[in-house]
């Protein structure tokens, strides 16, 4: 008696053709997951506004989503995979590709298509800072102004390069700010800082760890906060941030939370995840386990 086939599966494939690697030709990428069961639609959108309305919409004709880009794409899914429930597949097409690495998910598009093919699945948490959800890292003062200032033509241009050099114009700027910050147990501490980043996942900005500690499965957020009086002496501090072990620098504050609040005397923008989102107050919180993704 000749075995049942496997019942194949619907997979909504969204493609930024702006990303970095966006013009890469994805039909050996879709042969492969169509030879392992996936039936897949393309959708091209323009606007990131456009990715979680498509999710949304098309809904009940997936039974996953597939996205393609790089970390600002993945973010713009995040409401249409909380809403709808669908597990998410990742096929790393950016510059800096944060959550593909806190996942396990090569660059490599065909290897990448090989793990949502295989179908094992993780449920991951999912920061938001005043209601705009983030998987990486949301922050003030130093990455805002790292994302106003590095433009889609330079990450094309000069990939992960273009972050450093990007950087280097912005600390010859930097001008420290006061913020009052409030976790959950209602304390608040008022600093004199260059930066706070609060990280949902493990990595941002290109492989730089939030905390040596932190997981994107571990429902909590982690904080912290550059108190620097030279800026010059993040170059010596470099390493420890690659590392996630920051904490260990009387000049840099840590916290853990389920929740911050924010406050500063006049609006800062906020960065979630590469794109500036909102400003302050603002009021961070964790969804523990809130979407699915296809991982290793």
């Not at 999912?126 to 890292?137: A, D």
């Not at 209602?186 to 040596?212: C, F, S, W």
């Not at 010059?232 to 939370?257: C, I, N, P, Y």
């Amino acid at each position: 008696m000749t075995a049942a086939m496997p019942s194949r599966r619907r997979g909504l494939m969204l493609v930024n053709p702006k990303s970095r690697r966006g013009g890469a030709a994805l039909e050996p990428v879709i042969a492969r997951l169509e030879a392992g069961g996936i039936d897949v639609v393309v959708e091209r959108f323009e606007t990131p506004e456009e990715v979680s309305a498509d999710i949304a919409r098309r809904r009940h004709e997936a039974d996953l989503v597939i996205v393609c880009g790089g970390d600002g794409t993945i973010n713009s899914a995040a409401r249409g995979v909380l809403a709808t429930g669908l597990p998410m597949g990742i096929l790393p097409m950016g510059t800096a590709n944060d959550l593909a690495r806190t996942l396990a998910i090569p660059d490599d598009l065909l290897k990448a298509a090989d793990i949502i093919v295989a179908g094992h699945q993780r449920r991951i948490d999912l920061g938001e800072v005043n209601g705009h959800p983030f998987f990486n890292v949301a922050s003030l003062g130093l990455s805002a102004d790292l994302a106003r200032g590095l433009t889609p033509e330079a990450k094309k241009r000069w990939g992960k390069l273009g972050y450093g050099l990007a950087a280097i114009r912005v600390l010859a700027s930097a001008r420290p700010f006061r913020a009052q910050i409030i976790g959950d147990d209602g304390a608040a501490v008022t600093v004199k800082t260059l930066q706070i980043a609060v990280g949902n996942g493990v990595h941002y900005g290109g492989g730089t760890v939030i905390h040596e500690d932190a997981t994107i499965e571990d429902g909590h957020l982690d904080l912290y906060s550059l108190e620097l009086k030279n800026v010059w002496k993040f170059g010596l501090m470099l390493g420890a941030f690659r590392r996630g072990q920051h904490g260990a620098w009387d000049e840099v504050r840590t916290s853990k939370s389920t929740e911050f609040d924010i406050r500063t005397r006049e609006p800062r923008e906020i960065n979630t995840d590469g794109d500036i989102v909102t400003r302050t107050p603002a009021h961070f919180i964790i969804r523990p386990g809130a979407i699915t993704v296809f991982a290793a």
